[in-house]
Each structure stands twice: as structure tokens, then as C-alpha cells.
């Protein structure tokens, strides 16, 4: 009797909100223009405003407060965080498949948010106190070659766009692994870690002078984007070899 084959069922994206493509289109295009405003000069004005602004209103107390926050966007250890969650995850439901996400999430900001700040060479707003001592209009530019790799590594902003970036993935992570205990993690829990700890990392980055505000805002649009692109993957359906059949399960709940 002929076996019949197995036909692969089509895999699909994930849908996201704002549905569509047209969003991610917006937000490239978005940072797009924002490098070539700050290229051409532009919003330096703002930048510097928002700067001073800040340099003038740090007390002590408002300092320490905004360095322990702004620890909520390190991308090392919220890293590790989600490849444990990961781990635990696979272990628990024996499924390799939640190791994609930190490790998809991992090579996304690596090769993307790492190359537009070498590429970039824009000062941090510190960089006229401390070393190199720039005069504070040498600061501001984009595309300053000359200067150290170290020095210039402000535009976009790493803090924010992994902030937005990993905070996604433990939302992601989360879910699964607390269903598998028997319970649900609401929705505005997930709104909560997803939204929070990103924009206190934007507000701390750029109030402590680490960051441009437009560093930010770049960086902001930057993660945006590849968070979006993160949730359209449909970790349940990629396609596997066979040798991993025993540990090809699904770990995303049903909506």
C-alpha cells in the first residue's frame, strides 16, 4: 500500500498591530529621514536644549535615581535573562523551539543596532566634559570619522532600541511559561513589561546626557522595528529537521 506523503502546511506571519506593513515602512522611513535631518544639521538646536535643560536640573538624589533605572535597558543582562527564560521554557515543555527567540532577538540587534552606531560616529552630549574634551558644537554632528570608535558610538541609542527589543521577548517568553504552570498572564501585564521599562530607559538616557534626545528617539523607532519584525516569525510552524522531532512542540498559548 502507497504511503501518502506529507504535505507541509504553508507557513504563515504572525499578525501584528498597527496590522500591515505599512507601519514598519512608516518607521524606517521615519529613522531614515531623522539621519539625514541630523546629517544635514538639523535639530541640533533641540538636541542641545533638551541637553542643558538637563545638565542644569541634576541634583545628586535625581541622578542615582535615573543610573539604577536606566539599568533596565543593559541588553547583556536582559540577554541572558531571556535565553534563561528560554532555557527553562524548552526544558519544561521539551521544545527547542522558545530558544529561537533570544537567539533571533540576540543576532537582530547585533548586526543592526551595533553597525548604524559605528557607521554613524556621532559624540555623546558627555563627550565635551569627559574624554575626548570636544568643544560642545563637535559633539552634536553625525559622521565624525576621525574620532575614535569608542567616542562615537552615540546614534541610535543601543539602551532604548534593546529595551524595546528584549522587554518584547520576555513578554513573549512569559506567557508560554506561565501557562504551562496553569496560569495567565494578563494583558495589561504584558502591555506593562513591553511599554515601562522602555520609556524609562529613554527618559534616563537622555536625562543623565548619555544620549542625544534625537539618539533616542532613533533608537526608539529603531526597536520598534525589530520588535515588529520578532512577533511576525511564527516560532510555532518553522520547519524542522527530523532529528529534532521530539522536541518540536509549540509553546505559544492560543489567543
Known sequence: ??????????????????????????????????????????????????ADWSDAHRPTAAWWI??????????????????GLGLLLAIRLRSVRPLFVPVAAFVLTLFTVGPLKVWTARPAPSASVKEPFLPPEQTLPLFQDDLPVRFAQSYPSGHVANAIVWYGVLALLLAPLL??????????????????????????????????????????????LLDRLLHRVPWDELPLPARLRRWDRPFIPPV
Open 66 to 83: 535615573a543610573f539604577i533605572l536606566n539599568y533596565l535597558g543593559q541588553g547583556t543582562p536582559l540577554a541572558l535573562i531571556a535565553a
Open 179 to 224: 501557562a504551562s504552570l496553569g496560569r495567565t498572564l494578563p494583558r495589561r501585564v504584558v502591555l506593562a513589561v513591553r511599554i515601562v521599562p522602555p520609556a524609562v530607559v529613554l527618559c534616563t538616557t537622555t536625562y543623565l546626557g548619555w544620549h542625544w534626545l534625537s539618539d533616542s528617539v532613533a533608537g526608539l523607532m529603531l526597536g520598534l
Open 1 to 50: 500500500m502507497r504511503e501518502t506523503p506529507t504535505v507541509r502546511r504553508k507557513v504563515r506571519l504572525v499578525p501584528v498591530r498597527p496590522a500591515g506593513w505599512w507601519f514598519d515602512a512608516l518607521l524606517l522611513a521615519a529613522l531614515v529621514g531623522l539621519t539625514a535631518a541630523l546629517a544635514a544639521g538639523w535639530f541640533f538646536g533641540v538636541d542641545r536644549a533638551v
